[in-house]
């Protein structure tokens, strides 16, 4: 089994910064993906980011190109979303996700193991 703990959300205004951080613990060893899924309210969840273990792949959601960056700590067992540049758009509750095997990172139903959310607000 893996644990997810997010923690980073909060209330923005338009145009600034977060990062959130989600801390993985228990068989870590087996994570292969790590993923950012975002869910706003009445909308199904949708892919925002995702990083290979080794970190030497990460795909972006088209909406998030060039504001979010994902990264990872090995070392920590801990994967961060920045975010720049928010909008009223990226309002959602956001949830990391763990993934075990290879495959497609964009799809929610790959991924085995997920946090419990941490809510963003972005005001105008």
């Known amino acids: 089994q893996v644990q997810l703990v997010e923690s980073g959300g909060g209330l923005v205004q338009a145009g600034e910064s977060l990062r959130l951080s989600c801390a993985a613990s228990?068989?870590?060893?087996?994570?292969?993906?790590m993923g950012w899924f975002r869910q706003a309210p009445g909308k199904g969840r949708e892919f925002v980011a995702a990083i290979r273990r080794s970190g030497d792949a990460t795909y972006y959601a088209d909406s998030v190109k060039g504001r979010f960056t994902i990264s990872r700590d090995n070392a920590k067992n801990t994967v961060y979303l920045q975010m720049n540049s928010l909008n009223p758009e990226d309002t959602a509750v956001y949830y990391c996700?763990?993934?075990?095997?290879?495959?497609?990172?964009?799809?929610?139903?790959?991924?085995?193991?997920w946090g419990q959310g941490t809510q963003v607000t972005v005001s105008s």
């Open positions: 996700a763990a993934k075990e095997f290879g495959g497609s990172a964009i799809f929610s139903s790959g991924y085995n193991y």
């Open positions: 228990g068989r870590t060893w087996s994570i292969y993906h």
